[in-house]
């Protein structure tokens, strides 16, 4: 087991990675305020996890009831919710009592600002159990829902006192989603560490075959950069944007295509080659640079074009993307790679270059 | 106009008291992150200042739109907040546009968990209508709605950038609010000032009257005790308890009662008689306070006597609120007059008296 701190004043709190860490009450009780929880995760978590957490927290002598939730970002909304909220209220759950959070970032994302609304805030804890989750969004404490018109924009900043990322869950984990999750983890190395690139580029089989050394170092890594990131900027004002990068291009597609049709890695990684293209085209990187991140995104088993949505559309999802300000879009885009930057000044004729060009 | 801040380190914030706030663009402008506001109002209050803030919001150079939500208590749920989301994201408001409350509590509430949730945080500026909102929602930072097994059971803790009191929206306020403004302020004199408590009972003609020098120095001295309790206890761990003074009580009369039948000021005034006559038979108050306290509240327009709602009933809605700890049932009591104690020994049979005794 490798353990990290993600350093926010008296809002800290370790990140566990490591097979077999649902066993291993040790790692949760500590962090009770009370020796009572809910756990929340949805259809398909529950017949393979939660019977095992239950019988973990059980034996730690912790009273734990559930919510189970229906799968998918479609439910990602108001309504499933409120689910969670009418088992705290039916249950009478306490503000003492801790929410726990069993499954990938959708319910995690849920689960989170549940335990931040409820009472104006309940303990919290993170067992995320896809790639995605492990490596994005169990640091930083994003939490939220999906409104018709645009994607987590309702929610609210939320720490969780310590997450759990027990590698032997993705073992169920079907192979798309581990990909998706690879989007994300490539993206550390080109936004921040060049020398992961590099490294991802030499293992990146190995990630894929879930070999326990690498995939811990991979996760690892990708939670390191990530919490000196946010430990810059809690509350993103300035730098902790450059963990968006691929994600303006990439919401435009979610949203383009409807919400769970592109997984969110999926239509990032497409993003972030529009992303390097952009850089490209701005005199940044070199066709190398671009190239070497295609093929990197594409051992991946991921998506290196984007669908053609017109630009239009393009630019109506992107509009509605949080990181407009003063009605100007800003980018993420590489100085290098290795380098990110956010800038307001793209001409208008690259960034339509970049929409219209075959993606 | 007299000026207070209420001091929470960089979450810090004014409260302005005075005649004629909404025509001074000045308090408003240096808190504003970008000159676009959007105002969130209700059908009752719109047509009465509506038009005069957005007049001087505009004459300063500001943006301003506005959702105007239907009025009352019954509308404080998801399906209304939902209907500031929609304007926001419709009007494609920003990370730095403000909101701004122009209303009562409930509207105070709303705005302010819709700022604090929006793109996980956008700014709140903060115009009470009502003596009740003035006195007590507009300090400490408390924001949410209700949910059909709770009242304020969703929400979250989220200050704004500045308060403004205009004494002036008081005088179209019905005698009967104004009232259950009222109860909160002899709260304060029975939590924590004895002093002020003799204040009110020699100038509560006054006050109802809306005499000008009385009212600005009730709602000041009433926002000087909140600050000063809520400044010692932002997240409600301990001492803040103390403003829930007749409000377990209360909150199971405005459950019971159905939702909006009782005003909150109502059913926390003769919450607050219960309360001075369980401290009475616990030996900490005189026959002669509990009668002081009655008089004084009836003095204010307020019952004294709650409704017969069964023990049953009493102790289900009571055991709903969020003092419930470890199972076990929390009370803020009265040690003397100006006085204030949180306690879980109220002992049952205590308890059982209070509640079957002619209210
Ligand atoms: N809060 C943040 O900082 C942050 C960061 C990135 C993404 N997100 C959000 O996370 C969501 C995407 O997360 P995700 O990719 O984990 O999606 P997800 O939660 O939908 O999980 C993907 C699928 O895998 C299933 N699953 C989960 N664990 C499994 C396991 N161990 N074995 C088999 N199946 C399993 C899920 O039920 C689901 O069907 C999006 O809503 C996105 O907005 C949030
Ligand atoms: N956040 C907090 O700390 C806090 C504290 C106390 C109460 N509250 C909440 O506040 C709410 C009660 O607030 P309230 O008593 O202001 O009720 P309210 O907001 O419902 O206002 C009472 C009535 O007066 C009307 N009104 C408002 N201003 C007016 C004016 N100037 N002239 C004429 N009519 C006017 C309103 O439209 C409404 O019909 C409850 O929901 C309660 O939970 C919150
Ligand atoms: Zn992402
Ligand atoms: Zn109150």
Chains 1, 2 share one sequence.
């Not at 309504?79 to 801790?98: G, H, M, S, V």
């Not at 079907?174 to 690139?197: M, N, Q």
Request: net charge negative; proline share 4%.
């Amino acid at each position: 087991m490798q353990t990290l701190t993600v350093d926010l004043g008296d809002r800290s709190y370790p990140i566990h990675i490591g097979a077999g860490l649902l066993n291993q009450a040790e790692l949760i009780l500590p962090h009770l305020a009370q020796k009572r929880v809910m756990i929340v995760t949805n259809t398909t978590v529950a017949p393979l996890y939660l019977a095992r957490l239950t019988a973990t927290l059980e034996a730690g002598g912790v009273a734990a009831t559930q919510v189970i939730l229906p799968d998918g970002e479609a439910y990602k909304n108001w309504e499933t919710l409120n689910l969670i909220f009418d088992a705290l209220l039916t249950q009478r759950a306490e503000r003492k009592t801790t929410l726990i959070a069993l499954g990938g970032g959708v319910i995690g994302d849920m689960a989170g600002f549940a335990a931040a609304s409820y009472q104006r805030g309940v303990p919290f804890i993170q067992i995320p159990t896809t790639l995605l989750s492990q490596v994005d969004s169990s640091v930083g404490g994003k939490t939220g829902i999906n409104h018709p018109l645009g994607k987590n924009m309702i929610g609210a900043f939320y720490q969780p006192k310590v997450v759990l990322a027990d590698t032997d869950t993705l073992k169920t984990l079907p192979a798309r989603e581990l990909s998706a999750g690879l989007a994300e983890v490539i993206k550390y190395g080109l936004i921040w560490d060049v020398e992961f690139l590099s490294w991802l580029e030499a293992n990146m089989d190995k990630l894929r075959a879930l070999d326990p050394v690498a995939i811990t170092h991979a996760i690892h890594r990708s939670c390191e950069i990530k919490a000196q990131v946010v430990g810059q900027d809690e509350r993103e004002g300035g730098i902790r944007a450059i963990l968006n990068l691929g994600h303006t291009f990439g919401h435009a597609i979610e949203t383009g295509m409807g919400y769970g049709n592109w997984l969110h890695g999926e239509a990032v990684a497409a993003g972030m080659v529009m992303a390097a293209e952009t850089s490209r085209r701005l005199g940044w990187l070199s066709d190398a640079d671009v190239a070497r991140t295609r093929a990197l995104i594409r051992a991946a088993g991921l998506p290196d074009v984007a669908p053609d949505l017109g630009v239009d559309t393009w630019l109506e999802y992107m509009g509605h993307d949080k990181k407009v300000e003063g009605g100007k879009m800003r980018f993420v885009l590489l100085k290098k790679l290795g380098v990110a930057v956010i800038t307001g000044d793209v001409p208008a004729d690259v960034l339509t270059g970049v929409l219209t060009a075959p993606h």
